[in-house]
C-alpha cells in the first residue's frame, strides 16, 4: 500500500506550529513559579520554605503516580514504598559516603526505579488488578524490611543532621525547597513529554484495550514496565531529600499512610488524563492541608482527603478538569 | 501452495481446560488472496483467528507468516510484520479520538516516526474507509457500521500483508453490508491478502475466491463457494444440528 | 541441630493460625475469586468486626463471638448495599478497575482513620474465659483462642460451601463465578446475586474481626497488615476454589509460623507477600488451578 505523501512545505510548517504550542504553558507555568518564589523569599521563614517543599512533593508524586496510573490505567498502591525506597537511599548514602543531595538523588531515582522493574515485570503479564494487590502487599514488605534493617535504624528510626546554611542558597530550608522545585518542573516536563510522545499515546491505547493495542503493533510489556519503572524512580527521586526535610526518620513517617492517600487521592481529585490534573491536585490538597494541619488534627485531615477522593471517584471520576471541561463544553 | 503463502498453519491445536477448541488446523493463504472463513457458532473460528494473531497462545502446531516462524511470536510483533486484524465486537480506543485510533497502528505497528507525517496519513485512511468527517469525533458517537470501518481502518493503518476480518458484517443491514464489502475488495486490489469470517453467506460466496469451513474445532470442507456449499457434510452442519 | 520441639510447636501453631486464616480469607475468596470485585478494603471490615467485639466486651460483657455474630445480618446488609453503589458507580460503567480499586482504598483508609479517630491508637482486647488457658498436649501447646480461631475458620469455610452446593442462591453464586452471561440465560439476575454474595462475604469479615481480637490485642493500622494474607490466600488457592482457600491458609499459616519461630516475628508479614509475588510469577492459576 503507497500513500502519496503531504506535501513537505505544509509538514515542516506542521511542525513549528507544533512546537511553539508546545512551549507556551511551560513558559507560563515557569513565570508562576518564579513568581511564587519570590513570594516566598519575601516571607522568608523556615516554615514558609517547609511547606512549600511539602507542597512540591505532592506535586511530584502525584505526577508520578499518574504516568503509570492516569495514563495506563495501572492502579499503584505502592507510592509509599518507591518514596522510601528513596528516602532510605538518601540515609544509606548519608552513612556512607555522604554524597550531596542532587548526586543522591539519582542514586534513589535508580534503587526506586529498579524495584518498580522487579514487581513489575513479575505482575504486569497479569491482569491490571493482580499489579495493584502486589503493590498493596509490596508497602507491608519494605517497610518489614526496613524495621528489620538495624543500620537504617530499624524500627527505631535514624537521626540525620541538617546543615543550617548551604553555600549560594542561603538557609538549607530554603535550598531543600529549590531542589524540590526543580525536580517538581522536571517531573511535569516528563510527564508532559510522556503525554505526548508516542510512549503516552502507546500507554492510552492499551489502557483502554490491551489485545486491541497489542495487535495494533503496540508492545504494552515494554510500556507499562518502562511506564512503572519511570513512575517509581521520580517518586523514589522525591523522596531523597525527606531525611533532610525531617531531620528524623523512622519507617511509621516514610512509608506514612499520608503519602500512600495523597499520592493517590491528588490524581484522581484533579484528574487523571492530562498532566494539569495531579498538579492542580497536588497544590490544591497540599495547600489546604498545610493549612488545615494548624486547626485539625492530621488523621481528621487525612480522613477529609479520604472522603474527597470517594466523592470524586463516584460523582467526577474525571477530577476538577474533568468537571471544567464539562462547564465549557455547556457554554460552547 | 504452500511454498508461495503469505499466512499457513499446520496442526494448531487449542485446548481450554478438557474442551478441544481447534484440533489440528491446516491453513493456506496466498498472497493477494481472498479466502472466507465459515462454520456455525462454537466451530472455533473466532479461537483460531485468535491463535493466528496471537491474542491466544496455541497448545500445539505452527504459524508462519511469509517465512518466519511466528508460533511463539508476542501479538505486537506479528502485527509489525504486516498480520492486522479486525475484531468481531468492535474495540476502539474510547479514550482517543478516531484519527487518534487510526494514529497508533501507523505509529507502532508501520513504525512510522514523524507526527505530521502519521498525521496526513491517518487522514488518508479515514478517507480511504469513509470515515473523514468524523476524524476528531470520539469513537462513543459512532453508528454501528462506523464503528466497523473504524476497526477495518485500524487495521489498515498497520499497513498489512494480511488482514483477517473477524465477523465485519455482523448485525449490519444490507446496504451496509455491500458498503463494508466493497471496502474490502478495496483493500484487496491494494494488494492486501484478506481472511473474512463472516455468518452472511451471501457476502462469503461473493467475496471469497476459496471457502475454508470449520465444524467443532476442524476444517470438514475447503474449495471453491459453489463446491463447498453443496458438500455433504456441510449441508449437514448447517441444516441438520 | 533440628529441635523437634520447637518445630513441632510452630507447625502446630501454623495449622491454628491457618484455620483463622481461613476465616480471614474466605470473604475474599467470595469477593474477588467468585465476583470479580476487587475489595481491598475486606481487612478493614475485619477491623471494624474487632472493634464491635471490643466494644461490645467491654462495655456490656457480650461475649467477643457473640457480639459480632449478631452483628453479621447488619453487616450482610450493609455489604448488599455497599455493592449495589459499587455497581451503580462503577461496575455498570466498566470503570471498576482504576476508579473501582480507588474506591475500595478510599474505603479502606476511611475506615481505617475512623477507627482511629474512635478507638485511638492503643492496642485493645478482649475478655472471655477462653483467652487465658491451653491444652498440652506432650510438648505441644494449644492456646484456646487459636483453637476457637480453627474451628470457627474451617466452620466458616464449611458453610459456605454448603451454601454454594445446597441452596439456589448459592448456585447461582457459582454460576456467575464461572460465567456472568450464563446466569442471564436461564433468567438469573447476576447483579442480584452478586449482591447476595458480597453481603455475605462482608458478613464474613466481621466473624473473622472477632476471632482477631481473641486471638492477639489490635489497633485500627493492623489491618493493613491482612492485605497481603488474604489475597495471597485467594490465589494460591486458585481464587474460587474453597477447598484451595482452606490449604493455602494452612500453607500460609505454617509458613509464616516457622518464619516466626525461626527468624523472629518482625518478618512474619513479609511471608504472605513472598508467596503471594512468586505465585504470581510462577503460577498465576494457584495450587489447584488448571
Redesign the interface.
Known sequence: MTLPHASDSAVGEKRARLRARALLPLAGMAIVLALVFFALDWVGTDYAYLAAYTVLQYVVLATAWNILGGYAGYVNFASAAFFAVGVYTSVIVYKTVKLPLIATMPLAAVAAGLLGLGVGYLTLRLRGTFFSIATLALSVVMSTLVVNWAYVGGSRGVYVLRPQTIDFFGPYTRYLCIVMLIMAIISIVIARAVERSWFGRGLAALKDDEIAAECAGVPSLRLKLAATALSGALMGAAGAPFPFFVTYVDPATAFGLSIAVNTIAMPLIGGTSTWIGPVIGAVLLGSLQQIATVTISSALNLLIVGVLMVIFITLAPNGIVGLVQKIRERRA | MSGASVLSSRGVVKRFGGFTALSGIDFDLGPNERVGLIGPNGSGKSTFVNCLTGALPCDAGKIDFGGTDITDMAAWRRARLGLARSFQIPRPFRGLTVRRNIEVPLAFAAGLSDQAQIEAEAEEVLVRVGLAAKSRKAPRSLSQVELRKLELGRALAARPKVLIADEAMAGLSDSEVDEILVLLMQLNDSGIAIVLIEHIMRAVVRFSQRVIVLVAGAKIAEGTSQDVMSHPEVVRAYLGQ | MLNWDLLSNALVSGVLLGGFYCAVAVGITIAFGMLDI?N?AHPAFIMIGAFIAYFFNTSYGVDPLLACVIAAPFAYIGGRLMYR?YYL?FERHG?E???G???F???L??I???L??IFGVDYRFVEARYIGPGIEIGFVSIPWRMLIGLIVGLAMVGGVALFNAKTFTGRAILAVSQDPGALRLVGGDPVHVKEIAFGISIATAIIAGALLIIIQPVEP?IG??F??RV??IC?LGGMTSLPGTVIAAMLLGIAEALTTTYL?P??A??V???I??LT??VR?SGILG?
Do not use: K
Request: charged share 10%; proline share 5%; no cysteine.
Open positions: 476487587v481491598i453503589l458507580a470503570e478497575s482504576l476508579q480499586l480507588a474506591f482504598f478510599g474505603l483508609f476511611i481505617e482513620v475512623g482511629l479517630l493500622s493493613r497488615d492485605i497481603g489475597f495471597a490465589v523472629g518482625s518478618w508479614p513479609a504472605s507477600f513472598g503471594l509475588l504470581l510469577g498465576p488448571r
